[in-house]
Each structure stands twice: as C-alpha cells, then as structure tokens.
C-alpha cells in the first residue's frame, strides 16, 4: 500500500491542536472574568452598569465579527486567519493586565472578542472539511471535551486568583499561555492557500453590523437600562431593519458574506432553531444561580465556583462518548434524552427554597449539565453534516453568530421575567405583611422584615424565571423529535456529490506543507 496515500487520508491533528488550544484559552478567559466582575467594580470605582460593558461589548464584538469569519475563511489560509486572532486577543489580553482606568480595560476586552470572534468558526469549519460524516462526531466530542475543561477550572480558579491576587493576574495568566500558541502556529501551521477571487462586500459588513450589533445592545442593556428606555427598543428596532436589509442583499449578490441559502437544508434550519432555543433556557442557569448562591444564599465566589465544578468537569468527561454515541445511533435519541434531562431539572430550580441545601444544588446542576452534554454538539453537528462543504464556512458562522444574539435575548428575558416577578411580589408580600402588623414595629424590625421581603420576592422571581426557561427547554424537546439523520446534501457551486474522497482531498491541503 502507498505511504503517501495513508498519510492523505488522515485529518491535520497538528493544525486541529493549536487551534484547539487557541479556542480553549480565549474560552478561559471568558470564564474567569465572570467572577472578577465585582473586585473589577470596586476596583476601578464604576457601577454594576457600566462593567456589564465587559461582556456586552465582548458580545457586541463577537457579534459584529462572526459573519465575517465566512468571508475570512474562504479567503485566507488557516495559518494566516489564526495567527491575525492570536495576536489580536493577546494584545487585548496584556492591554487588559496593565488596565488602571476602565476605558482601557475595556479596550482591552474589545481587542480579546476581535481574535476569539474568529477563532471558534475556524476550528469548527477545518473539523468540518478534515473529518468525514461517519467520524465527525467523535472528532466533535474530543473537540468538546476540551471546551467544557474550561468552564469545569474557570469559576474556581478565578475565586481563588481573586482571594489570594489583585484581579489583573486573571489576565497576567493567561499572557503567557497565548504568546507559546503564537509560536506553536508560527512553526506547526503550514497550509497553503489557493488564491481564491472573492471580494467583500462593504455594505453587507454595515448592514450585518448594524443589525446583529443593534439587536445585541438593545437586548443586552434591557436588564439594566429597562424595556421603556428609547436606547432599548430604538436600537432593537435599527437592528431588525437592517438585518432585513442585509439578508435580502445577500439573496441579490453573487458572493454573500453570510449565506442564507443554508436554511433551505431541513436538518441544519430544525438544529439552528433548537440551538437557539436551548441557548436562551440554558443561559437562565449562567445568570439566575449566581445571583440566587453569592446574593440570597451568601455563598463566597470560590465555593460558587466548587459547586458548578462537578457539573462541568460531568459534561466534558460525556463530551467524547456522547460524540461516539452520535456516530454510531445519530442526534435525535442524544437530544430526545438530554432535552427531557434538561427540562426535569431546569423544573427542579423552579423549586428553589431559601433553605435548599449545597448538595442538593450540586447534584441537580450536575444532572442538567448531564443532559446538556447531549444536546448542544450532537445537534449542531447534524445539521451541519448536511451542508455541501462549500457552506461550512457559512454554517459554523451562522451558527455562532445566532447563538450570540439568543443568548442576549435569553439573558434580557430572562432579567426582565425575574425583576417583574420580583416587584410584584414584593408589593403582595409587603401588603400581607402589613395586614398581620400589631403595634408599631421598631425602625430595626421595620428593616428586617422589608429584607426578609426582598428576599422572598427575589426567590420567586428566580424561580419564575427557570420555570420560563423550563418550558422553553420543553419547546426545544418537542422539535427535537423531527430530528433525522443527515446526509451530505450536493454541492450546487461544483455540480457533484460531496464525497467522502474530496473530504479527504480537502483535508490534505490544510496538512500539506
């Protein structure tokens, strides 16, 4: 047998690895700043409003580039696309460390989001092109195994960096780690590429910006700024408008920077619409059990790190045999499974007492980070396994930009439910409250019983809210069971089947020298 043919035939690890590493530490960055949030605020001297541009921006950022990344792909080779993000996000990554005024900080965190915006759809379009459909799921479970690592260390890691060190350290860590993957690309990443004629079309940047840019502020600032404020809905609107601008210009021009035409494929449209549905109840978890551990149970951000740890450390130990599972029985059984685990237990938190115990709390976020390791991947990479391989890049960009905006969504609802929930109660509870008064309370009882109140109604905001988010889960579940498996569909641009030897072909060009 020729040697050479067997080395063609298999995917570029070396490539795929860096990259890995680059997504894994942009990933852990993200995860331990949540923590840092409050030392940053007292620190820098600026209100919970104002920090909360550390994520927003990030989204924004993420949001505005993503689309591109279809473009950037097609155009340059991967050596080229990751070595640029790299280097924008450790820029991003030192101007943050040495940050003594928030401007800069945030600077910072914008030059960050501009190299991690880019480097999530490289990875999952080279995985997509170097593994064939009967082995991607394995391939996309190592690949997970390795992301869910940096949200099982984060939350701890960063509790114990903030007790012991000042909060830049968080960033001082990570600098070191992405000037070593700047190197490991300089040296291992190889590939060539052919000179490809696409142009980018200016307008479609625009319109994309304005419009996935609009939607993510407007969503993202509801929580703080509410729904009546004119920044809110105005931007919300302008977003809209010109989303619907953009998606119909890419129907008109010959190379689109995002192309819709990926909706006409059954499976991708059914797994992008659960995704997002997913996303939107999954981010109750991420924004409701910090508020409901650190600030009505008084539980130190390092123990609220330990308790999400089992949970997480859970889903990237299913991560590679839920990606086997997938090759072997495919997505609808894993997401069937997961979705239910899913709703069960997002239910559960809609039971919250403020006497529940830590173990009760680990056990449960543990199970629902179960049934999560069995949604996301399988169900992203069935839809995706139907796309001609000229559509990867188009896929995993739409796919990552969409995600993004329900996840601001998700957080809006989500914030919105909770604080009306919260001052509806409050009025209930403070009314009873006051029918049972005999004589004249003390200032200090009066005081007691109006933060025994908030508590209360607080909780059952939370609550509220997870039991929205359950029934969104529930939503999900049931489109669920339209899932089938894919087949490669054939690519319209080169008139043929999509085979299994020009997967091969592909993958050989990102590994050749």
Do not use: C
């Amino acid at each position: 047998m020729d040697h050479s043919i067997k080395k063609h035939d298999r995917p570029p690890y070396g490539i795929i690895a860096v990259l890995m590493i680059g997504a894994f530490i942009s990933f852990l960055n993200n995860t331990l700043l949540n923590i840092a949030l409050p030392s940053i605020m007292k620190d820098l001297n600026v209100e919970a409003s104002t920090v909360q541009w550390l994520t927003t921006g990030f989204m924004l950022v993420n949001g505005i580039l993503i689309p591109a990344s279809a473009f950037l792909i097609q155009k340059f080779s991967v050596r080229h696309i990751f070595l640029a993000a790299m280097v924008l996000f450790t820029a991003g990554t030192v101007l943050a460390g040495f940050a003594h005024v928030f401007p800069i900080l945030l600077a910072g965190r914008m030059l960050q989001a501009a190299g991690s915006a880019i480097l999530m759809p490289l990875l999952m379009n080279v995985m997509l092109v170097a593994f064939p459909i009967e082995k991607r799921g394995a391939a996309m479970g190592v690949f997970g195994l390795i992301l869910m690592f940096a949200p099982a260390i984060g939350p701890t890691l960063s509790g114990w960096i903030i007790e012991h060190y000042d909060w830049r350290m968080l960033f001082h860590f990570v600098t070191p780690i992405a000037i070593v993957v700047i190197l490991l690309g300089v040296f291992l990443l190889k590939d060539k590429k052919e000179k490809v004629d696409i142009r980018l079309d200016f307008l479609s940047l625009l319109l994309s910006s304005i419009g996935f840019g609009g939607i993510l502020y407007g969503f993202s600032s509801a929580g703080s700024k509410g729904w009546d404020s004119p920044l809110v809905y105005g931007t919300i609107i302008v977003g809209i408008i010109s989303l619907f601008v953009f998606i119909l210009r890419q129907f008109k021009i010959e190379q689109p920077l995002l192309n819709f035409g990926v909706y006409k494929y059954p499976m991708f449209a059914l797994s992008s619409v659960i995704a997002m549905v997913v996303n939107m109840a999954l981010f109750s978890g991420m924004l409701l059990l910090p508020i409901y551990v650190q600030n009505l149970r008084g539980i130190s951000p390092m123990d609220a790190g330990l308790m999400l740890m089992p949970g997480a450390i859970l889903m990237a130990f299913m991560s590679p045999i839920t990606g086997k599972l997938f090759d072997k029985i495919g997505g609808r059984i894993l997401a069937v499974t997961g979705l239910t685990i899913i709703v069960v237990t997002t239910y559960g938190f809609s039971k919250l007492t403020l006497d529940t115990s830590y173990t009760h709390l680990i056990i449960l976020y543990s199970v629902r980070a179960l049934g999560m390791s069995m949604v996301m991947m399988p169900v992203s990479t069935n839809g995706l396994n139907q796309l001609p391989r000229s559509f990867y890049p188009h896929g995993t960009a739409m796919n990552n930009t969409l995600n993004q905006v329900a996840g601001a969504i998700g957080t809006a609802l989500m914030v919105t439910i909770m604080s009306n929930r919260a001052e509806s109660q409050a009025k209930e509870l403070g009314q009873e409250a006051m029918k049972h008064l005999t004589g004249k309370p003390t200032p200090a009882a009066l005081a007691e019983m109006k933060q025994h109140i908030m508590m209360q109604a607080t909780l059952n905001g939370i609550n509220f809210s997870f039991l929205i988010a359950a029934f969104l889960a529930a939503v999900a579940l049931v489109l669920a069971l339209f899932i089938k498996r894919s087949k490669q569909a054939e690519d319209e641009q080169k008139g043929g089947s999509t085979s299994k030897a020009s997967d091969k072909k592909a993958a050989t060009k990102l590994a050749e020298n």
